[in-house]
């Protein structure tokens, strides 16, 4: 939905007010008293320069408009909405005209048929519409039962039919709200409404703010302000709600439970239920029948859900929330936090010792390691060191297990490779976009969303979370993370020293020795190409160039493959480069056509994300001055090498590919 929404609900049909009421009134009367049959879901797309024709409705349908605009009535009033509804009787002939993206909506067409077996109530020549307040929810239930009609499975087909009672139902509800919202707590009611639909779903703070179209960051603060909690954390707490009423009023499997609260993986369900609540899932349920336990908990309330949880390290009280009933106050449309400080000290006492003593268990530890993470499980083998604590970058003082098996160490995995540590899920941007380089040790390797959110963190079971920068734990991040596994922050910077980096990773992953010996082999590896380079070609300048579809990037001479090309391998760093460099912080910056062009470069290393050729690249007038293109001395390299990474193993490639084409 890329078009701005109206921050007011509103209707718009060919018909008064009162006649619209009067037409819902005759439409949910049909629906009390007729069988409603899904004849078809259609999804249609079509790009702003090709022409849609009228369309005459062939039965009653709904119409969920994305881009575009649709025509209600005689006078062409347009309805340029993004998750504009519309509903139309058989015959309403809809006409639409495109946006700046073209058009495209969801066309949901069914039949009503009474009890008795007539078609019920139809007028060929109305429709009417609405802006709907809570468009993202209508579009996922949408979502939803154009899957299900997709699948050919009869069972998909009933499934169908209940998705679109859902989705219209919906739609009424949102028709009858009693007035708008502003922006953000709209926004805050979507997100609440929407993970308390789909609690048992995969949902992500960037899921969320995608739906919701805004930043994670924005949600969070919108969130936070109104209810005193982030979004992930409500979604966790809401989950452990439910699980605790399906333990209390049930005598579902544990695994029936952790499935229909959102944890596919029993295991970790416990693991999760164990952190939020101070017990395990079944210490929980069996005392519930101890006279004493259930007093202590004080249930005045059979629907209630309100708890209290004890944070494992501080030992501070957390507030849960309450029973979703009591989320919302309708009257002004926004959640607040209900806080209940009224359990019994005993109980709070009893929590906190159970805490202290499961604490180093229920802390668990990192990921995939060195023997022992390859499949080399010696159970006779005595433990080669004990749980240790260390103070990271940011001065938290980090439990570290003594032999992780699980880590998810973002960005960081030339160094875990590069010490034997496999890790339990590796860093990735967008889809399947991974470190190439790293294929041949990481190729079984599931991926993780380079910015790491926190359900999927969760998902993947870590023991020890190893973060590359403070940039990555902004905010409350942190405590989130650490809530799911011990937390390390190896740098306070963006882009902090590779070596020093990997000395620390091996420090946290007790490799120290590991990590000083691959950096000696790597210093020695460059030490021999850089003399081999003074003998072959002497003193010459280069480059590092990142060439993309529309911008041209050079690398910082400080930084990734700047630091190998001036530091390791001894090349003279371009004027161009060294002014670009003196204001850069990042690894690349953008390089313009008018600095391009003065480039004085003797040899030129493309990264190329374009899909073409250097020769295609080089044909630009622009590169014709450098000097590296007048010598025919440039070479790229494509999207699986290491020249955009860092590290033992990425460096180590570069020198390969200087060597293998400078001296050649």
Not at 241 to 257: M, N, P
Not at 500 to 509: A, H, I, N, P, R
Not at 643 to 651: D, E, F, P, R, S
């Amino acid at each position: 939905m890329k078009q701005d929404r109206q921050k007011q609900a509103g209707s718009h049909t060919g018909m008064s007010k009162g006649h619209e009421a009067d037409e819902l009134n005759k439409l949910l009367s049909l629906w009390l008293h007729s069988s409603i049959r899904v004849m078809d879901v259609r999804h249609i797309r079509l790009e702003p320069e090709e022409l849609l024709q009228p369309y005459r409705l062939p039965a009653q349908a709904f119409v969920f408009v994305l881009q575009g605009s649709v025509r209600l009535d005689d006078d062409w009033k347009d309805t340029p909405h993004s998750g504009y509804v519309l509903h139309g009787s058989k015959g309403f002939e809809l006409n639409m005209k495109p946006s700046q993206y073209g058009i495209e909506y969801i066309l949901v067409l069914y039949k009503a048929t009474s009890l008795s077996g007539h078609t019920m109530y139809n007028h060929p020549s109305i429709a009417h519409g609405f802006v709907p307040p809570y468009p993202v929810i209508l579009y996922q239930k949408l979502q939803l039962l154009e899957y299900a009609w997709q699948d050919h499975e009869a069972l998909s087909k009933i499934q169908a039919q209940g998705r679109f009672y859902d989705f219209a139902y919906e739609c009424m509800r949102q028709l009858q709200e009693p007035k708008a919202r502003t922006s953000a707590r709209d926004i805050v009611t979507q997100a609440i409404r929407f993970m308390q639909d789909h609690y048992a779903e995969s949902v992500t703070l960037e899921r969320l703010a995608v739906l919701l179209e805004c930043s994670p960051r924005h949600l969070t603060r919108l969130f936070k302000k109104q209810t005193d909690c982030s979004p992930i954390m409500y979604l966790i707490q809401l989950r452990m709600d439910k699980a605790k009423e399906l333990l209390r009023k049930t005598d579902a499997t544990l695994q029936d439970i952790a499935v229909s609260v959102g944890y596919p993986d029993v295991y970790f369900f416990s693991r999760a239920f164990k952190k939020y609540t101070g017990v395990s899932p079944v210490h929980y349920r069996d005392s519930l029948y101890s006279s004493a336990y259930v007093r202590d908990i004080s249930l005045d309330n059979p629907l209630s859900m309100s708890e209290c949880s004890i944070d494992s390290i501080s030992g501070a009280l957390h507030t849960v929330i309450e029973d979703n009933n009591h989320y919302q106050n309708h009257d002004e449309g926004i959640l607040r936090m209900n806080r209940n400080a009224k359990h019994s000290m005993a109980f709070i006492l009893l929590l906190s010792f159970t805490l202290l003593l499961s604490a180093c268990s229920g802390t668990s530890s990192p990921a995939a390691t060195d023997g022992a993470s390859q499949g080399n499980n010696n159970t006779s083998a005595e433990p080669t060191s004990q749980e240790r604590v260390l103070k990271d970058a940011l001065g938290h003082e980090v439990k570290i297990p003594a032999q992780p098996q699980r880590v998810i160490a973002s960005y960081l995995e030339d160094h875990l490779v590069a010490l034997g540590v496999k890790p339990v899920a590796q860093w990735s941007v967008g889809k399947n976009s991974v470190q190439g380089y790293l294929q041949k040790e990481l190729k079984d390797v599931p991926t993780i969303a380079s910015d790491l959110p926190f359900e999927a963190v969760l998902n993947f079971k870590p023991d020890l979370i190893i973060m590359d920068s403070a940039s990555m734990v902004e905010g409350d991040k942190y405590n989130q993370y650490s809530k799911i596994a011990p937390t390390y922050v190896v740098g306070s910077n963006m882009n902090n020293d590779w070596r020093e980096e990997l000395l620390t990773v091996g420090e946290v992953l007790n490799k120290s020795n590991e990590a000083k010996q691959a950096l000696s082999n790597y210093d020695k590896k460059a030490a021999e190409a850089k003399a081999k380079l003074s003998q072959t070609v002497g003193q010459k300048t280069a480059a590092a160039l990142w060439v993309t579809d529309k911008n041209v990037y050079v690398v910082n001479q400080n930084l990734s493959s700047g630091d190998v090309l001036y530091k390791d391998l001894g090349f003279k760093i371009p004027q161009v480069v060294q002014e670009i460099s003196k204001t850069a912080k990042a690894n690349w910056s953008n390089l313009s056509l008018e600095k391009l062009a003065e480039l004085d470069a003797d040899y030129i290393f493309i990264v190329n994300s374009k899909n073409v050729s250097k020769e295609d690249i080089v044909k630009d007038p622009v590169w014709a001055g450098i000097p590296a293109v007048k010598e025919g001395h440039v070479y790229d390299f494509g999207k699986d090498s290491s020249w955009l990474y860092t590290g033992t193993i990425a460096n180590s490639q570069m020198i390969d590919d200087v060597l293998k084409n400078v001296t050649k």
